[in-house]
């Protein structure tokens, strides 16, 4: 765009205002531009080559500049860019919407559309309330969430969030939650049978409120801002159990798990679990654009059914729920899903990647590393033996990602907890690349410590 870097760095310092960034330290830092992306890769204006390690935020599946998506969307541009779901409709979001609730799991046939993974969060909340209320069971208001809960940055979905540094100063300002412990085995003080603990509180927790309570909440197998919290085995399914049995409702948010991630197309078929709202973005475009979805089972969509003065009706939509270009595109990275069987491709990588990490698990400051697919987090510490962690000024994560950045690769860190997300398409080749330049950034970043 006709500008030179200096030029570009002095403006993105003087007007930009970044996400979850302290600018104060980030204006002294030289901040990295990219200007181009081509598979796994991302290039700055200088023309250096960064693997894409999280997937530009944890979104991207096919790679950059995928040839059948740029078509696809250059396809859908030649007939309109946006037109409204509002009481009208248009082909990609009608053919989404089909091809969605033939892969999703069973039961989930109505799909509600949005813009990004806060709204596919707030939708399904509200479409939760709205069910009991629309039935007459008005009591049934709460929501339960687990600690550690990550599910967007809007209100609502900041109400049912369990991070404290996140999330804490906004106390005042969010509705009354329910909080059960998250299956965190590496932290949770009773390591030996950390999942039974929880259930067993989750369930205390449920049968107690039950009248009163609506909805539980999770992310399903991996709970990714925590740090990625994998889930023991057999613990989602038994949250199933214990919301059916008590009349609750379950919302799986697969926004950061769905889509291959952890190496099925949704993470809630590795327990058998059909949730009652799903909530989906991220990858749902391959990292293209913004869209997003809400999948509802007929039970709860029947319960916004009646006449206009009933007022039933789901009251909620956003300017760009549903965009034919976003959801053309969408429709295309399912495509590939199929013609490249992305699915069956998965298991050698995952495989692969386990045996490069258990390798890493050697290494002093490598605590605990959790890896559900293709996602996965390192919890660096200070010391192994007694798990502590980093002194928090030391910024030990941000250092290695940087040091990663020199060497190649673009990460983002969880605090000590470094992630990995690849996008689907990696080779194992540039798996391996991928681990390299992550341990040897750790061995520089937690160097001195
Ligand atoms: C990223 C994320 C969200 C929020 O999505 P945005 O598109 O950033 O609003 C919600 N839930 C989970 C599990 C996420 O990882």
Redesign the pocket.
């Known amino acids: 765009m006709g500008y030179d870097p200096e030029t570009l760095r002095q403006w993105d310092r003087e007007h930009v205002w970044h996400p979850f960034t302290q600018m104060q330290g980030f204006r002294e830092e030289t901040p990295l531009i990219i200007s181009r992306g081509e598979g796994i890769y991302l290039y700055d204006l200088q023309g250096n080559r960064y693997l894409d390690g999280v997937s530009s935020l944890?979104a991207n599946l096919h790679g950059h500049r995928r040839r059948e998506l740029d078509r696809a969307l250059l396809a859908q541009l030649e007939q309109v860019a946006h037109s409204t779901l509002l009481g009208i409709a248009h082909p990609p979001a009608i053919l989404l919407a089909r091809r969605l609730v033939s892969l999703a799991p069973a039961g989930l046939n109505k799909v509600f559309f949005s813009d990004?993974?806060?709204t596919a969060?707030e939708v399904a909340l509200k479409v939760a309330f709205q069910f009991w209320r629309n039935r007459g069971r008005g009591r049934k208001q709460r929501f339960l969430k687990l600690s550690g809960a990550?599910?967007?940055?809007t209100l609502g979905?900041v109400s049912v969030g369990g991070i404290p540094l996140f999330h804490e100063i906004y106390q005042p300002l969010l509705f009354d939650t329910l909080e059960a412990p998250a299956p965190y085995c590496y932290r949770c003080g009773h390591r030996e049978n950390c999942r039974e603990q929880c259930l067993i509180r989750l369930e205390e927790l449920v049968a107690a409120h039950c009248q009163e309570l609506a909805a539980v909440i999770v992310?399903p197998v991996m709970q990714?801002?925590a740090g990625m919290i994998a889930q023991p085995p057999g613990y989602l399914a038994k949250v199933r159990e214990v919301t059916r049995r008590y009349d609750v409702l379950l919302i799986a948010?697969e926004?950061?798990v769905g889509f291959g991630r952890t190496g099925k197309m949704f993470a809630c078929e590795h327990e058998g679990v059909s949730p009652d709202l799903l909530c989906l973005?991220?990858g749902i475009t391959g990292g293209y654009l913004p869209l997003a979805a809400t999948l509802a089972t007929d039970g709860v969509y029947q319960a916004f059914l009646g006449e206009y003065e009933e007022f039933k009706t789901f009251f909620h939509g956003h300017t760009y729920s549903g965009n034919p270009l976003g959801a053309a595109v969408g429709l295309a990275s399912l495509d590939i899903f199929a013609q490249d069987r992305v699915i069956e491709g998965l298991a050698a990588k995952i495989d692969l990647l386990a045996g490069r990490l258990a390798a890493m698990a050697e290494h002093p400051h490598v605590g605990d590393i959790r890896q559900r697919g293709l996602m996965v987090g390192l919890e660096l510490v200070a010391d192994k033996g007694s798990r502590e962690p980093f002194p928090l000024k030391r910024r030990t994560g941000h250092r290695v990602i940087l040091a990663a950045r020199q060497l190649g690769a673009i990460l983002r860190p969880l605090g000590d907890v470094i992630v990995l997300l690849p996008p689907l398409c990696i080779t194992p080749e540039e798996l391996g690349t991928l681990c390299d330049i992550t341990i040897a950034a750790i061995d520089r970043g937690a160097a001195g410590a």
Do not use: I, P, Q
Request: proline letters at 0%; charged letters at 20%; a negative charge.
């Open positions: 944890w990004n993974g806060s969060v990550y599910h967007g940055d979905a992310e990714g801002a948010d926004v950061a973005a991220k």
